[in-house]
């Protein structure tokens, strides 16, 4: 069974469907995995949460959505009006608006993300959570380092089994091989054996007129394919790690 892992989304419905149309995602035979972030920013946040909310009653088990730091705000911002400033200044403005023009508000749905999304994924060969790991021990790890550390990325020295990440938007997804070198940069559809350890991250901004990226994998191999996003505040990060690192070779 082929595995699809989704990077940042935030409400770039229009890229998700045509990434997935390139990737020739398959409902009923591939397993579809969000590394969070499904909202925020972009403006079809709503589109966003419907397509994952039918995927999850259409492919069950097959469709996994890891929280990110931006689900946890609007869960925390129903649970505690204080809490609405933060997810405003990122975001969550554009989200209750979408949801409003779809004539829905986001609370009812307070349970439903909390049912359907989960700190992180353990397979076999690899590992996915929002933001970042300290610890190679996934139990030793809090719920504030999955949705917001991006130390383990910067740092490169998280040498546990290979974790699959989000959050920290990039010019392209890189590959820290936990040796505290430089980032090596990860070319699209080029079909590579997966490290076994490190930390892939494939957030490559595409709110911020960056790409929506996406990692396919196939038994002990995987490629990466990407979709450039139209809209959106240009320059917000300009990709840490643009016009640095090593090649993949």
């Not at 999850?56 to 996994?64: N, V, Y």
């Not at 975001?91 to 909390?114: L, N, Q």
């Not at 949705?147 to 490169?156: G, K, P, Q």
């Amino acid at each position: 069974m082929r595995t699809i892992i989704v990077g940042d989304i935030h409400g770039c419905f229009r890229e998700l469907k045509e990434l997935l149309k390139k990737m020739e995602f398959r409902e009923a035979k591939d397993r579809l995995i969000s590394l969070g972030d499904l909202m925020d920013r972009g403006k079809q946040s709503y589109e966003v949460f419907d397509f994952f909310r039918r995927r999850k009653l259409k492919m069950g088990d097959r469709c996994i959505l890891v929280r990110g730091n931006h689900e946890q705000m609007l869960l925390s911002c129903i649970e505690d009006k204080e809490a609405l400033p933060l997810w405003y200044e990122n975001g969550g403005r554009e989200t209750i608006k979408s949801f409003k023009g779809h004539g829905d508000r986001v609370k009812p749905h307070k349970g439903w993300f909390e049912k359907n999304t989960q700190f992180y994924v353990e397979e076999g060969n690899f590992r996915c959570v929002h933001a970042g790991l300290v610890s190679e021990n996934l139990e030793e790890n809090d719920r504030e380092t999955f949705l917001w550390d991006r130390m383990a990325l910067m740092s490169n020295h998280y040498q546990g089994k290979l974790a699959i990440v989000g959050h920290t938007p990039l010019h392209d997804p890189v590959y820290m091989d936990g040796r505290g070198g430089e980032a090596i940069l990860l070319d699209y559809r080029v079909k590579k054996r997966m490290p076994r350890t490190g930390i892939i991250c494939i957030d490559t901004g595409c709110v911020f007129k960056g790409k929506l990226t996406a990692m396919a994998i196939e038994g002990d191999g995987f490629y990466l394919e990407s979709v450039a996003c139209e809209e959106g505040p240009a320059g917000f990060w300009q990709g840490i790690f643009a016009g640095k690192g090593k090649g993949t070779e």
